[in-house]
C-alpha cells in the first residue's frame, strides 16, 4: 500500500527561512541524482545505446555531483545553515566532513577541479584547433572500433570522447 503525506509548504518551508530554502535546494539535487542513476542504469540493452549513452549520463553525473559541492560550499556562507548542520545527528554530520574534504579549501580539491573540468568538457565541445581532439584520436590511432551502420550513433566518436578524460 501507497503511503502519502501533505505538506503544506508555507509551514513546513517558510520562503523567508534560510534552512528550509537549503532543503529544499538538496532535494532537488538528490531528485537530479535519482534520475541519472535510474538512466544511467536503466540504459538500452543494445550494446550500441550503452555506448553512446552511459558516457554522457556519467558527464552529467559528474557535472552533477560538482555543483552539488558547489552549492553545499555556498550553503557554508549562511550562519543558519551552519548552525543547523552542527544540530544534526553526528552520523550525517561525518558525512558532511567527508564531502567538505572536497571543498575549494578541502584537502580532495583537486578531485573537486577533476569534476569542474569533466562539468566544462560536458558543456562546452571541445574546439577543433584545441589539442583535445589531436591527443584523443593520436591515443586511439592504432585501434579498431565496432560500428554498426544501421545505428545512428556515431560509436567512433564515443570512443574518442573516452579519451578527454
Aim: without cysteine; aromatic residues 12%; proline residues 2%.
Amino acid at each position: 500500500m501507497m503511503e502519502y503525506a501533505l505538506i503544506r509548504m508555507n509551514e513546513v518551508f517558510p520562503s523567508d527561512n534560510a534552512v528550509a530554502k537549503w532543503v529544499v535546494g538538496l532535494a532537488i539535487i538528490h531528485n537530479a541524482f535519482i534520475f541519472l542513476k535510474k538512466k544511467l542504469f536503466k540504459s538500452s540493452d543494445e550494446l550500441s545505446y550503452l555506448i553512446s549513452e552511459a558516457p554522457s549520463i556519467l558527464k552529467i553525473l559528474t557535472a552533477s555531483l560538482r555543483e552539488a559541492i558547489f552549492y553545499l560550499e555556498e550553503s557554508e556562507k549562511l550562519e543558519e545553515v551552519r548552525i543547523y548542520i552542527d544540530s544534526l545527528p553526528e552520523h550525517i554530520i561525518q558525512i558532511y566532513k567527508i564531502l567538505k574534504l572536497l571543498f575549494r579549501n578541502g584537502e580532495k580539491a583537486d578531485l573537486l577541479q577533476k569534476l569542474s573540468n569533466t562539468r566544462n568538457i560536458t558543456y562546452h565541445y571541445s574546439k577543433p584547433q584545441r589539442n583535445e581532439l589531436s591527443e584523443a584520436l593520436e591515443e586511439v590511432s592504432n585501434e579498431i572500433v565496432f560500428y554498426e551502420e544501421k545505428d545512428q550513433r556515431f560509436l567512433f566518436a564515443e570512443h574518442v570522447r573516452i579519451q578527454f578524460y
